[in-house]
C-alpha cells in the first residue's frame, strides 16, 4: 500500500501541481504588492479618493453598502489588468520568440520563360513545356 502511495505522489501531474501551487503562492505576493502598492496609489491619485469603502446608502434602516463592492471590483479589474499587462503579455511573446521556426524550404519555384508555379525539381515546365535549366 506505501509503494502505491509512493507512486501516486511521484507522479509527474502531482509533483507539478505541487509547484505549480508553491510558485502561485510566492506569486501572488507579488502581484498583491504591484497592485496595494503602486497602481491603487494611481488610481487614488486619478480619483482622489483611495478607498470606497464608506460609501453606502439606507433602505428602511437597512445599510447597502456599494463601496465595498466598488472596492472588491477595482481591486479585480486592477489585479487582472496587471497579471495580463505585466505576466501575460510577456510571457507569450517570451513563447512565441522561442516557437519561431526557419521558414520552409520552397517546393515551387517560377517557370522562367511562363513564370508559372513548377515543382522545385522538375526538369521542363508542365505549362509551357521549356526546358529548365535546374
Known sequence: MLKDFKTFVLRGNVVDL????????????IVNSLVKDILTPFVAAVVRQPDFSGLYFTINHSR???GN????????LIVSFAVYFF?????????????????????TKKCPECLSEIP??????????SQLNS
Not at 18 to 29: D, E, H, R
Open 18 to 29: 505541487a509547484v505549480g501551487v508553491v510558485v502561485g503562492a510566492a506569486f501572488t505576493s
Open 69 to 76: 463592492f466598488i472596492n472588491a471590483l477595482l481591486s479585480f
Open 120 to 129: 522545385v525539381s522538375a526538369k521542363r515546365c508542365a505549362f509551357c513545356t
Open 87 to 107: 505576466v501575460v503579455t510577456p510571457i507569450n511573446a517570451l513563447v512565441a520568440r522561442s516557437r519561431r521556426e526557419a521558414p520552409a524550404d520552397p517546393t
Open 64 to 66: 447597502f453598502m456599494y
